[in-house]
């Protein structure tokens, strides 16, 4: 929790699964010891937590205003507005985060920022980050016949660097020794800004989140569909040739097996 304090920018990244969203959720419930004005770009079961979209931080936009002093930001899924593989088509339309991304320490901000892969946070995001976490290994609760959850805890072990450089050097020789079939080395190096540790979240922060809640944007194209008919691979037979064709929608094949016209059929003829 102090690291998130002391850091205006961090980022989390972490394979699916590793608890990226459920560390958010846990920083929403923990951060509000230090402050009362806590952020979050996806949906929480907390009176206390604001709503918060991109344009908050935009300083070209003029309808959502920038949160105020000791906020804290918890931004999931930053791949879904920014893509960082692509930093210079997305400066020319991001640019007016910029402002944001160089002065968050200023305006006495902490934001946190999850991407799968460390080349999916946009590179002036990453390279600004004084936090790098890294989620390692979740320890989920335990089911027991009788009884609700036998342990009604998440453990959570992860890694924290003070930057994008340190965490690259630890990866890389993290990768040489799996190659060599050792383990990888979990031990903190205070030199390096390297820490390794565990925390414990109940089971209750869990349930705060849906890990799901953008499903509804499926209805978006759902609903203008007017003929919804699904087939069964047993029915593909009694459908022609040309229908399985239209069916399937596999370009290369349409596009190369269409009739060709007959010299004598252009209206030029």
Known sequence: MNFV????????????GTGKTLLLTYLSQTMKLLTDEIYSNYPLEDDKVKVLTFKNLDF????????LDDSVILFDESYL???GTSPHDEKKVHSGKIPW???ARHFGHRALFTAQREG???NNI?????GIIIPISLKKPVAKKGFNFFNRFFIMRMGIFQDITDYEIWKTKSV?????????????????????????IPLEFANKYDSQWLKFVRDLKNDEIVNKKEYYWSEITKLSVKERLELFDIDILKKNLKPKKEK???KDD
Request: glycine share 8%; charged share 25%; hydrophobic share 40%.
């Open 120 to 122: 999916m946070i946009w």
């Open 60 to 67: 070209t936009d003029r309808t959502k205003p920038v949160p």
């Open 264 to 266: 004598g059929n252009s």
């Open 101 to 103: 991304i160089v002065l």
């Open 5 to 16: 304090w002391d850091n205006p920018l961090s980022v989390i990244i972490g394979k699916l």
């Open 176 to 200: 040489e020794r799996t190659a060599e079939g050792k383990r990888v080395k979990h031990k903190s190096d205070v030199g390096l800004g390297i820490r390794f540790f565990k925390i414990i």
């Open 126 to 130: 990453r390279q600004l980050a004084s």
């Open 81 to 83: 507005y920014i893509d």
